[in-house]
């Protein structure tokens, strides 16, 4: 690669506009080199993500790179929607990779190849990675109105977990949509929303639990008769023990160990321990049933294993204790 491109690249999270390259010296006949070498991919016109980066990255981080790349070949805008949440390292789930939203100077908005512009409206801004994206809050709002609730709940999920937005901003947010835009869609997602859950897996199992109509208590501390901890469990449905099973992930984001720059636990050895801590909690006579990934598309199937085991299992002999909750209350359908 170029010398100047690999610098600029590498000041840039691996990302650069053609502008840029520019501005270094380089012409559109050295970006078509690189291109032809794969030094670069283009993701869009005048936008371009390092080769090997691209090459490494997974899906999500793909989406985000183009998003880094989209913002820098266009200054004075502002990613929005599901690419801002992408940015801003929220996880996504069920949103369109090929879909880029930005806030503009536009009188109104406007869709282009993948592009969707939308009029500014004095919304709240910060730099995350050298671009500018739109706030926390405006970014899960305004994904609701375009990818739908359960996107809009996953990262809201994370967002509140994480303390990077609180309820009162998001709903603060709400109200600055019209019931044209589809007031009521945003609202019901923050509504679903719920800052104990710890992963995609377990905001999507929540969902499709509400889905069902069935009751439940989430992040629940089950000890058993003499007081001791045994575990703490993802739901109590029915006094069923449901646990999302994420051991294969269907899109990864950075998680808490890996932000901290911490070595993720082998594989075997996390198997090996929750094996252990769900013999523990079997020994109380208390109902287990995990939640895969394929399962959360077939709430049905879900609904009635938990029914059949509630039906079938013996009064547990543990004690329940439902965790601290922020909001005070337990989340019930």
């Not at 926390?136 to 994370?158: H, I, N, Y």
């Not at 547990?316 to 209350?329: E, K």
């Amino acid at each position: 690669m170029d010398p100047r491109l690999q610098a600029l690249a590498g000041e840039q999270q691996g990302v650069l506009a053609a502008r840029e390259a520019h501005a270094r010296g380089l012409t559109d006949a050295d970006l078509r080199a690189a291109l032809r070498a794969g030094d670069l991919v283009r993701v869009r016109r005048g936008a371009y993500v390092v080769g090997s980066r691209w090459a490494d990255a997974d899906p999500w981080r793909r989406f985000r790179l183009s998003a880094l790349a989209v913002a820098r070949s266009r200054p004075g805008d502002a990613l929005s929607h599901h690419a801002a949440l992408a940015v801003h390292g929220l996880p996504l789930w069920g949103h369109d990779p090929g879909r880029i939203d930005l806030v503009s100077g536009v009188r109104q908005g406007v869709r282009r190849s993948g592009l969707w512009v939308h009029p500014s409206r004095n919304e709240d801004r910060c730099v995350v990675d050298g671009v500018e994206v739109v706030s926390v809050s405006r970014a899960v709002v305004r994904t609701a109105l375009t990818m739908g609730r359960d996107c809009a709940v996953v990262a809201g999920d994370a967002a509140l977990h994480r303390g990077l937005v609180t309820r009162a901003q998001l709903i603060d947010e709400v109200a600055m949509v019209t019931p044209h835009e589809g007031r009521g869609r945003a609202l019901e997602a923050v509504l679903h929303m719920d800052e104990s859950s710890e992963s995609v897996g377990e905001s999507r199992t929540r969902l499709v639990l509400d889905d069902l109509g069935l009751a439940y208590e989430t992040q629940v501390v089950i000890r058993d008769r003499y007081g001791f901890f045994v575990a703490r469990v993802d739901f109590l449905v029915q006094g069923v023990v449901v646990e999302f099973d994420g051991r294969v992930k269907y899109e990864r984001v950075p998680d808490d160990a890996e932000r901290a720059g911490q070595t993720p636990l082998d594989p075997g050895q996390v198997l090996w321990a929750e094996k252990q801590r769900e013999d523990r909690i079997r020994r109380l006579g208390q109902a287990v049933e995990r939640v895969i990934w394929g399962e959360l598309e077939r709430p049905g199937l879900i609904g009635a294993r938990i029914r059949q085991a509630a039906a079938q299992a013996p009064t547990p002999a543990a004690t329940h204790r439902a965790a601290a909750n922020v909001d005070g209350y337990t989340r019930r359908a």
